[in-house]
């Protein structure tokens, strides 16, 4: 069982940054792939990013290529997500999620953080 915590969601202003962390636990951790995904009121979950783990390579969706930026810390067996120049648009519920080595989908996903942007 991995446990994934989310962190780092808040109320900023449009402009701003934050950077949200997702901290793994547990003894099955053996990630192939780390994703951001996001939901706002109202709207179905999006993918917003991925991070492959060995590699570090990086893939983003249009709305948030240029302006946000997936890290890994692998001795930490976190993921970070930079994201700057907010926009009211970004307003979400932020979550990461876990596929590990060998799985078909996503194994693990976390609790969610709250990122608001005002404008």
């Known amino acids: 069982q991995v446990q994934l915590v989310e962190s780092g969601g808040g109320l900023v202003q449009a402009g701003g940054s934050l950077r949200l962390s997702c901290a793994a636990s547990g003894r099955a951790f053996s990630p192939y792939f780390m994703g951001w995904f996001r939901q706002a009121p109202g709207k179905e979950r999006e993918f917003v990013a991925i991070i492959w783990w060995s590699s570090g390579a990086t893939s983003y969706a249009d709305s948030v290529k240029g302006r946000f930026t997936a890290s890994r810390d692998n001795a930490k067996n976190t993921v970070y997500l930079q994201m700057n120049s907010l926009k009211p648009e970004d307003t979400a519920v932020y979550y990461c999620?876990?596929?590990?080595?060998?799985?078909?989908?996503?194994?693990?996903w976390g609790q969610g953080t709250q990122v608001t942007v005002s404008s």
């Open positions: 999620a876990l596929r590990r080595v060998g799985s078909l989908g996503y194994d693990s």
